[in-house]
């Protein structure tokens, strides 16, 4: 080690850098600041459309979503005939017609031959019926 370390005059090193390169007191290290963040529409365009309004809807006050009050005015003006609208209103119908998979597991299938086995039955019994009847009438 130098002298001057064991002295303990010595002000740099690790954690301890020359006092010509250090902040001066009250001196940013970052002048400008942080770049200020660019917003997203998407953000934007959620948190405006979940603001509450306050409408009068067939004579009582209600409080809805802006959201909620732009999908009742769209049906309203397909209902009217306004083509564009309708078109819009009938697209999101046909998209939401999908159906989900559907994997019948073992329970699922005992039930169904259950249920099937019961109908037979009520058909042959049916059918039964309908010949002593017809064999009682002549």
């Known amino acids: 080690m130098r002298e001057s370390q064991e002295d303990g005059d010595y002000e ?40 509450t309004v306050r409408i009068t809807d067939g004579g009582e006050s209600k409080v809805v979503t802006k959201r909620e009050l732009i999908i009742k005015r769209l049906i309203n003006e397909a209902l ?10 009938l697209n999101f119908m046909k998209a939401d017609l999908s159906v989900e998979g ?7 299938h005992a039930a169904l031959l259950e249920l099937l ?22």
């Open 80 to 89: 009217k005939g306004d083509k564009a609208a309708l078109k819009l209103t």
């Open 102 to 108: 559907f994997e019948p597991d073992a329970a699922d």
């Open 12 to 51: 740099v090193g690790y954690g301890k850098p020359p006092k010509s390169t250090r902040w001066k007191p009250g001196q940013s290290g970052n002048p400008k600041g942080r770049p200020k963040k660019t917003k997203d529409f998407d953000k934007l365009i959620d948190r405006e459309l979940s603001e």
């Open 117 to 138: 086995g019961n109908a037979r039955t009520e058909d042959e019994h049916d059918a039964t019926d309908g010949k002593e009847e017809s064999d009682g009438k002549s």
